[in-house]
């Protein structure tokens, strides 16, 4: 998790962490809390509900991916970073049972910007995945056509649109949502599956290209207390 641009953000690396019940998940918060100026991570995430618990989820944004390699390299030649990195891999217990790396693109119709917000937020990550990257090419068009109005309208405001470049299940659609509670997450997604334009436009895609997005993964995370954005 190398240091982020304040460039325009072009890519995302997501990090995901699998942990084990125990000390593994204080002792990855404290590693975190402890680098955090060092990482510069855009936002950490613990699931509250996701297929593998516990996990935490850590989203860091470049503006190409010359910075994140050379920031990369960077960290790995940082005495201080070393130095906590050993502290917290030297436990009885392993720091994680197995972690995740990928690279996202974001998409065109993605926004750079990701605001903090004062009360606590849910995050909701969903992945779509693709067929063919041919189908993925219209589930980009029909995202940055009608759906994210629709999505807007009745109460859906991801933050982010990204396609893996390197990582698993590709290819796909990777975006997080940021709702004010799991009840305004449920009315939000209600209405969408109710909105008369989303039932029309979701024919005609299927109609047009078949079912574009074959899998759907969905998990829901909290903000970590130091998290830059919450």
């Known amino acids: 998790m190398p240091e982020s641009s304040t460039s325009k953000t072009r890519y995302y690396q997501l990090e995901q962490f699998f942990l084990k019940q125990g000390s593994q998940l204080a002792r990855l918060h404290d590693f975190f809390k402890r680098t955090l100026p060092m990482l510069r991570p855009r936002i950490v995430l613990e ?18 991916t010359e910075e994140y390699f050379a920031g990369a390299a960077r960290l790995r030649q940082t005495p201080e970073f070393a130095k906590e990195l050993a502290a917290w891999e030297a436990h009885e217990e392993p720091p994680y049972e197995h972690y995740s790396t990928a690279l996202l693109e974001a998409t065109p119709y993605s926004s750079d910007t990701i605001e ?37 309208r009745v109460g859906v405001h991801p933050v982010l649109y990204t396609s ?66 919450k």
């Open 47 to 64: 699931a509250i509900v996701a297929p593998h618990m516990p996990q935490v989820a850590v989203f860091s944004g470049f503006a190409s």
């Open 116 to 152: 903090s917000a004062k009360s606590p937020r849910i995050f909701e990550l969903r992945v779509y995945h693709s067929p063919t990257w041919r189908q993925l090419a219209a589930l980009h068009e029909r995202f940055a056509g009608p759906e994210i109005k629709i999505f807007h």
């Open 164 to 229: 893996t470049v390197f990582g698993p299940h590709k290819p796909n659609l990777t975006y997080l949502i940021p709702f004010d509670s799991l009840a305004a997450r449920e009315k939000a997604w209600n209405a969408f599956a109710a909105d008369e334009e989303w039932i029309k436009v979701r024919r005609e895609s299927i109609d047009k290209h078949g079912q574009i997005s074959s899998v759907i993964q969905i998990a829901l995370y909290k903000a970590a207390d130091y998290s830059p954005v």
